[in-house]
């Protein structure tokens, strides 16, 4: 199996930031694309960045010019760094990961259990 295992979450004031980390643990013989998404209280879960093998990343219209989304391959872990922080980025910010865990090269796809990302204004 495949554990991902997110920190980095918290309480931080409007125009602040913050950066999130996700590491893939477990039986891993390659990992895809990763993303991070998110989910506000009454909405429904959102992508706010993906990276795939090769670094190219894409983002959501409300994040771009303010997130960066990044992975670390030997350490098999993502990072979403959050620069100027609002209010409407409040969530649960989740990671998500397209895992090969044989090399047979099928994939398998696995979420964290999602960490608080409270923005006071």
């Known amino acids: 199996q495949v554990q991902l295992v997110e920190s980095g979450g918290g309480l931080v004031q409007a125009g602040g930031s913050l950066r999130l980390s996700c590491a893939a643990s477990?039986?891993?013989?390659?990992?895809?694309?990763m993303h991070w998404y998110r989910q506000a209280p009454g909405k429904q879960r959102e992508l706010v960045a993906g990276?795939?093998?090769?670094?190219?990343?894409n983002y959501a219209d409300s994040v771009k010019g303010r997130f960066a989304i990044s992975r670390d391959n030997a350490k098999n872990t993502v990072y979403l760094q959050m620069n100027t922080l609002k209010p409407e980025d409040t969530a649960v910010y989740y990671c998500?990961?397209?895992?090969?865990?044989?090399?047979?090269?099928?994939?398998?796809?696995?979420w964290g259990q999602g960490t608080q990302v409270t923005v006071s204004s």
């Open positions: 998500h990961a397209d895992v090969s865990r044989t090399s047979s090269r099928l994939t398998y796809s696995y």
């Open positions: 477990g039986q891993i013989f390659s990992i895809n694309a």
């Open positions: 990276i795939d093998s090769g670094s190219v990343t």
